[in-house]
């Protein structure tokens, strides 16, 4: 079959297992203050995420027998763009500082 067939396929499978690995990794810090063993919630949601995500990264492969380190790079690629994304969505604001109008906030007094 045609190469550039599966490379919308296999991008868009990047997306979904980016957004499954990584959101599910969003999930497991938001419980583990409740959880009653973290320890094992931890590596439960690490080894089942992981397991996804090899075995989405295989598929990949085994669809897309020629050219299949190109069809990999684009969804690694995409995996870790939907990394990228997530952190910049959940990252919390950081009030920014004008040290070049405030001296005495920045230490620099004169």
Request: charged share 10%.
């Amino acid at each position: 079959m045609n190469s550039l067939f599966f490379l919308p396929i296999t991008l868009a499978l990047g997306i979904l297992l980016g957004n499954i690995y990584f959101r599910g990794l969003w999930m497991t810090v938001q419980q583990l203050p409740n959880a009653d063993n973290p320890i094992l919630l931890t590596l439960g949601s690490f080894f089942g995420r992981l397991a996804i995500a090899i075995a989405g990264f295989a598929l990949v492969v085994m669809l897309t027998k020629e050219n299949a380190i190109w069809h990999l790079f684009v969804c690694v690629g995409a995996f870790m763009l939907v990394r990228n994304h997530l952190v910049r969505k959940f990252q919390p604001e950081i009030p920014v500082r004008n040290f070049i109008q405030d001296p005495i906030a920045s230490g620099n007094e004169r």
